[in-house]
């Protein structure tokens, strides 16, 4: 079946610096959603992208939907203290499995002060 | 606008002990999902409800698990007997259609921590 790969597992980085993570699929997407989740609570939908080449911000996050539709990226600029937690990509294909949403493992992002 | 609502927020049982998890979606949701979150894991689904119609349960341990969404709206997702393996968190999300008129944003509640000893 379909999987993620979201990379990297974690980051420990220091506050103000820039964030990257990125999602690859095996198969071709046509949504992409980015959650960030918070110790003992549910993912909060960050940005959602839904055309291929498609930049979207969100104040310091910008994502983006792979031109291939198999990837996608997440930058967090300027990061601060409350920027820690779990960021998990998700993805869409109405193509395969009935357009079943699929999260990849998800990067547990540390920032210290 | 109320978010998605789950309750308990915490249960913790022993083996073999039945357990039941309830779910309230966002007003006009017409797609409800359970999902599994294991550990350091991403969530993965369950079951997925169009109203009151299972559309996508291939994922749900038919034998100990079971759901439903009579009226279209409030969820229960029941598990008896429960094994240890199932200690995790129980996700309940909402959504407009996919395709229908809605992009198909899940939006999450806070999830159910369920622990078995």
């Known amino acids: 079946g379909q999987q993620l790969n979201q990379s990297p597992q974690s980051m420990f980085i220091q506050e103000g610096e820039d964030v990257s993570m990125n999602c690859t699929s095996s198969s071709i997407f046509n949504t992409w959603l980015w959650y960030k989740q918070d110790p003992g609570e549910g993912p909060v939908l960050l940005i959602a992208l839904y055309k291929a080449g498609e930049l979207t911000s969100n104040g310091r996050l910008t994502a983006q939907f792979g031109i291939t539709r198999k990837d996608s990226f997440l930058n967090i600029s300027a990061s601060i203290p409350s920027d820690v937690g779990i960021y998990f990509c998700?993805?869409?294909?109405?193509?395969?499995?009935?357009?079943?949403?699929?999260f990849g493992q998800g990067t547990e992002l540390s920032v210290k002060p | 606008e109320a978010g998605v609502v789950q309750s308990p927020r915490y249960k913790i049982i022993e083996k073999k002990q039945p357990v039941a998890f309830w779910c309230n979606p966002i007003s006009g949701h017409n797609t409800l999902y359970w999902y599994l979150q294991n550990l350091g894991q991403g969530p993965e689904l369950l079951i997925r409800?169009?109203?009151?119609?299972?559309?996508?349960d291939s994922q749900l341990p038919k034998d100990r698990f079971s759901a439903e969404r009579l009226k279209g709206v409030d969820s229960t997702l029941k598990i008896q007997p429960a094994e240890l393996g199932d200690s995790a968190v129980y996700l309940c999300?909402?959504?407009?259609?996919?395709?229908?008129?809605?992009?198909?944003?899940?939006?999450f509640g806070e999830g159910s921590r369920l622990t078995v000893l």
């Open positions: 409800y169009e109203n009151e119609e299972a559309v996508d």
């Open positions: 999300a909402s959504s407009h259609t996919p395709g229908l008129g809605g992009t198909g944003e899940l939006f």
């Open positions: 998700a993805g869409r294909s109405t193509y395969n499995q009935g357009g079943k949403l699929i």
